[in-house]
């Protein structure tokens, strides 16, 4: 199937992680003209964009003028950009409740996953109103459908902008695009690389799953290449598409000791 990728032009935040990069080589095995963003791993980035042909692009997506300037230089390298693929972010490892929550890491997680998505968005947006063209595809997470305890600041960040900032983007694109689009990949733990995962981690996130594994890299792409194609999903804009093997929920932790 023709998914009319070829020769679009794209954007990937994040490129230099590992769902970024993946979704990166996607989206230019499709033909797509790829912009590589990172942030800091410009080593990554540019390792990448040899291999499928990309061009790098680099900055902190929390900071308006570095979002301003990312945008402009995707822009000055693809000509324009077709679809724009928000993919940056990242989680804190370390499980923290709510009350014992410091300002600072909210503030650092809620900047990387919600402040950047909308800083990353308004720039593109402000491009699509010049081209009257233009397709969202925002990275989430599971946890904005089911939460995750020990992660309240990822998890609320994630949640809106899988919920309130996407369905309203999805409303307002069309102001200035008329077939513009914005959908949601929302993936479940993915194995982007590093040590193997603890089994019984694994055994308990894939507890509610029928697909008992964890997603690769590759997974979570193929969602975004789909989401990405005016033809495959043309008809598509405010879907959340989890990938997560059909994932139901969590297992609940109480205090330790309890039954
Ligand atoms: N892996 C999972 O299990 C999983 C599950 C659900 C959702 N997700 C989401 O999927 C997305 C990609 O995750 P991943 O696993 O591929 O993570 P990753 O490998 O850590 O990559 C994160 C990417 O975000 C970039 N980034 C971080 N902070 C940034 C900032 N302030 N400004 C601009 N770019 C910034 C990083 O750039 P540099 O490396 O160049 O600094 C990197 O390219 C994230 O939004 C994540 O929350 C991941």
Known sequence: MELGLSGRGVLVTGASGGIGAAAATALAAEGARVAVHCFSNRARAEELAARIGGHVVQGDLRRP??????????????????????????????????????????????????????????????????????????????????????????????????????????????????????????????????AAPDAAAVERATATRPLKRLATPEDVAAAVVWLASPVASGMCSGEIVHVAGGMEGRLVEGAPGTA
């Not at 804190?92 to 600072?104: G, K, N, T, Y």
């Not at 925002?138 to 902008?161: H, I, M, P, R, W």
């Not at 309130?164 to 695009?177: C, H, Q």
């Open 65 to 194: 003028e570095e979002a301003a300037s990312v945008m402009s230089e995707a822009v000055a390298a693809l000509g324009a950009v077709d679809v724009c693929v928000a993919n940056s972010g990242g989680w804190d490892e370390e499980d923290v409740p709510v009350w014992e929550m410091s300002l600072d890491r909210f503030h650092r997680v809620v900047e990387d996953n919600l402040l950047a998505p909308f800083l990353t968005c308004r720039e593109y947006l402000r491009h699509v109103q010049g081209t009257g063209v233009g397709s969202i595809v925002l990275v989430s997470s599971v946890s904005a459908t089911f939460g995750e305890a020990g992660n309240a600041d990822y998890a609320a960040a994630k949640a809106g902008v899988a919920y309130g900032f996407a369905r309203t983007l999805k409303n307002e694109i069309v102001r200035i695009a008329p077939e513009g689009r914005v959908n949601v990949v929302a993936p479940g733990w993915t194995l982007t690389g590093g």
